[in-house]
């Protein structure tokens, strides 16, 4: 069966530290990666999406994310945590041999950014 | 450029019930998708429309329904409520040919539906 998977409920960062959000996927084919962000009360916003292409794959708000065929993982970083990143992760997988176009999302990780 | 708009913000129906809920989506994309997403949970899919026709459907039953307008807003009709029913309603939208798997869909803030 298709899947994404966040091991992660919850990551602490400190403030000013490099935060990693884990995703790793099981889809055949080659996947169409996405990452999300839910605030409290609010829908997803869209961070960064990987195509075909280079590896690192930068988005909105300094975050950035490596797709690792071998290891099928695409981990969400950012070089230096804000207070304001503190919100609910989620990363999905849009499988090309689907048959359809829907997103499959992992179960989310909340990060939590301590000032 | 607008984006993705949803009606009812929040919604409360009784067991039996049926419901209506409205999408309107950012403006040039004429593909839309439904997610329902519990508490605690990723969204999963429920279904897409593309220029008005279902193009694809998640593991939801056939009293989940929806519609889309040739101005591409949506409608998701949920006949019988159940308790389980009780989730976040996200509508999103995207631009492409029949909604493509590479294209970003951008979500809506969702209505709350509770069902007592």
């Known amino acids: 069966a298709q899947s994404v998977a966040q091991p992660e409920d919850q990551v602490n960062v400190a403030e000013g530290n490099p935060l990693t959000v884990k995703c790793t996927y099981s889809?055949?084919?080659?996947?169409?990666l996405f990452w999300y962000v839910q605030y409290p009360n609010r829908g997803l916003q869209f961070l960064l999406k990987?195509?075909?292409?280079?590896?690192l794959v930068k988005g909105s708000y300094g975050f950035e994310a490596e797709f690792n065929k071998s290891q099928t993982s695409f981990h969400l970083k950012k070089p230096s945590a804000l207070v304001s990143d503190s919100a609910l992760y989620f990363c999905?997988?849009?499988?090309?041999?689907?048959?359809?176009?829907?997103?499959?999302f992992g179960t989310g990780t909340r990060l939590k950014v301590l000032a | 450029e607008t984006g993705v708009t949803q009606s009812p913000t929040h919604l409360i129906k009784t067991r039996g019930q049926q419901v209506t809920l409205r999408c309107s989506s950012q403006s040039g994309h004429n593909t839309v998708s439904w997610y329902q997403q519990a508490l605690g949970q990723g969204p999963q899919f429920i279904f897409q429309?593309?220029?008005?026709?279902?193009?694809g459907r998640g593991n939801f039953p056939p009293r989940f329904s929806g519609l889309q307008f040739p101005n591409y807003s949506s409608e998701l009709n949920v006949n019988a409520l159940e308790l389980d029913d009780s989730a976040l309603y996200l509508c999103?939208?995207?631009?492409?040919?029949?909604?493509?798997?590479?294209?970003?869909?951008?979500f809506g803030p969702g209505t709350r539906l509770t069902v007592l």
């Open positions: 999103a939208s995207s631009l492409g040919s029949s909604g493509g798997p590479q294209n970003t869909q951008y």
């Open positions: 889809v055949s084919g080659n996947p169409y």
């Open positions: 429309y593309y220029r008005e026709e279902e193009n």
């Open positions: 999905a997988v849009n499988p090309p041999t689907s048959g359809t176009y829907k997103y499959i």
């Open positions: 990987y195509i075909t292409g280079d590896n």
